[in-house]
């Protein structure tokens, strides 16, 4: 074989080997990028709270998913801002931002409407099922022919109900202690008054949470009252349902 022909056979081997290595990286560049991890497990719950009042319209649902550390209010201590805007004036906002600031919240959601008497109303929250163990729910509302009712559940632990598993409550009345029970219609912000809710200055000598001691109403001898017997209540006023979906 000759030079020259030496020379023509080495130059075709190393263009066939640049061949397939450019064959091999194109292969490797059209690749399928690897899947996306699975998006994370979720549990979901639907509360239910149903109002048992004659007269007593409640105010749209702040629910709260939370750890130990977290409370909406504790009986014999003052109530929060929060409590104390949702207690007077049926406006959940602050006390649901509250919640969200609080580092042992893991999810909060609101009702969008007031409960009528005899009516209910449905809130879904969705937490991480990783947040499961030691989950409570806390749910609030306020009785809104009143100066300062509340409502609800405050901290009850839902961490081991399983998908399809309901439980329910029976909620009494609590003074939020912020307002002096006038039962003044400028002072009732439902439509019993149509007066004014919230109130920064808190004119109740109390100033702490305690069980409602329930309205005595004109009907009843109060004769600065602007409620009717039909206003009266007594406990439970409501009946609050959890069940898991998810």
Do not use: K
Not at 120 to 145: A, Y
């Amino acid at each position: 074989m000759t030079d020259r022909t030496t020379m023509l056979a080495r130059l075709l081997a190393l263009g066939l080997g640049a061949t397939l290595i450019a064959a091999c990286g194109s292969s490797n560049n059209n690749a399928p990028p690897p899947p996306p991890p699975p998006p994370p497990a979720m549990a979901s719950f639907d509360v239910t709270v149903t109002n048992l009042t004659n007269g007593q319209p409640l105010s749209p649902l702040a629910v709260v998913a939370h750890q130990d550390g977290y409370a909406v209010f504790a009986v014999g201590a003052a109530a929060t801002a929060g409590l104390e805007m949702l207690a007077e004036g049926g406006d959940n906002t602050a006390l649901i931002a509250e919640a969200d600031a609080d580092a042992t919240v893991t999810a909060t959601a609101s009702g969008t409407a007031p409960i009528g008497p005899a009516g209910s109303d449905t809130v879904s929250i969705t937490v991480l099922e990783s947040e499961l163990p030691g989950l409570i729910m806390s749910v609030s509302t306020m009785l809104v022919n009143t100066n300062d009712a509340i409502t609800g559940i405050n901290g009850v632990s839902v961490a081991d109900m399983q998908v399809g598993d309901s439980t329910t409550w029976q909620a009494i009345a609590y003074d939020a202690g912020t307002e002096a029970d006038t039962e003044a219609a400028i002072h009732i912000p439902g439509p019993a008054g149509g007066g004014e809710g919230f109130n920064a200055a808190r004119d109740d000598a109390a100033d702490r949470v305690a069980m409602h001691s329930g309205v005595v109403s004109q009907d009843d001898g109060f004769a600065g009252s602007d409620l009717g017997g039909q206003h009266r209540f007594d406990n439970p006023v409501a009946q609050v349902q959890v069940e898991r979906t998810n």
